[in-house]
């Protein structure tokens, strides 16, 4: 029995009074917070510059370690972009034509510039070009330091 009074005269009431703030709460809105948005959407898209903006440190604040006055600079110094002008390396005009197997030798036909050669890996198919793999259906070449694959 004591339950069943704990229950009627405590806990039913407790519930109600609870979910009923709750109503409360969602349902009536104060006339003050009608108007204000708690979100912040961000700035609107009329806001937004489409400049490139640049930005500078300014690093004048006290050594915190030995307490000194920060020297004071008149103005920064401007970046310069040192551009360096890119040299392309111009491969020269390979075709390979396939590949010869002598027992264990294997060798390339490769036609370089119009000539016709047939080389083995680490032999230079023209000034500073040299063939660094080889395999039945494509072949490696190596040219001031760039790699690339020919195929058939």
Known sequence: MKNKKLTNYFLIPAVITIWSIIAYKITIKDDDSSGINSFNDGPKKEQ???ENKEY???NNYADPFFHKEPKVMSDPLPVSEVVKPKVENVWPTIRFNGYIL???????????NGEDKILQVNETASENCYVTALTSDSVQLKYLGNSQWFKK
């Open 48 to 50: 937004i510059s489409k």
């Open 56 to 58: 500078a440190l300014i």
């Open 102 to 112: 002598n027992g264990s030798k294997v060798r390339g036909h490769l036609t370089v």
